[in-house]
């Protein structure tokens, strides 16, 4: 997609028009970086003008995903309060509010922020029980407070038959930052004598060497040496 084609849906009454901006928006937004972000941003707008919209829900909660995503953060909170006044609390505005505040607590460092982001979090799920993208901020919040058999519990809630690689690399953040290294150790061996994983391969490595930086040279050899499978 090259920059500027929403220059080419510039007329309102361009059939489909709301539709086609946010399409682009949300594909800008997910480049993630914030030049695309910033466009993403015009695209919502451009879709806000209509004063009369079935979806402008839809277009709220991504603007105010966008805005949380530039830090613009007195605007993404005005713009959350707006999406209450207009459309009532919902599991998305409590998420929106969660994402906010764990956002601020990365720029600010004041762990308060991770208190209201659990907060808000936590009742997020009582609309959204099973929501990944819920449980993983609250796995994030309960490892940054130090509660880890917290964030465990909210892991093992996760589990299902197509995602054990990715649990397991949740589990050995929370067990790194414990400095519990063994047990991710314990974790990430067994898996990767029957399974290739570069990322569980590359995380081996880092813990190895946060356990004992003597063993550089046994990290070095672990990297280039082929996996157990890799030899079949």
Known sequence: MSRG???VYKRQDTPFANEIYFALSRAYARRGNDEDLEEALKMINECLKDKELEEELD???CKCDILISL??????????????SSFGHSGVVYYLKARLAMKKYYKTNHIALVDEAIYNAEICLQYEEHDYSVK?????????KK?????????DTMKT?????????EKVKVYDDAKEYQKALDLII???HNHQSWKLKYMEGALLLDMDSNKIEMTC????SPSPRDTR
């Open 136 to 144: 993983t901020l609250l796995i994030e919040g309960y490892t940054i």
């Open 221 to 224: 050899l672990l990297y280039t």
């Open 5 to 7: 084609l929403g220059d």
């Open 147 to 155: 509660d880890y058999t917290k964030a465990l519990e909210i892991i």
């Open 59 to 61: 277009y709220l909660i």
């Open 161 to 169: 038959e197509d995602n054990e690689e990715d649990m397991i690399m």
């Open 190 to 192: 067994p898996y990767l």
């Open 71 to 84: 830090e613009k953060f007195d605007e993404a909170s005005q713009e959350i309060d707006h999406l209450v």
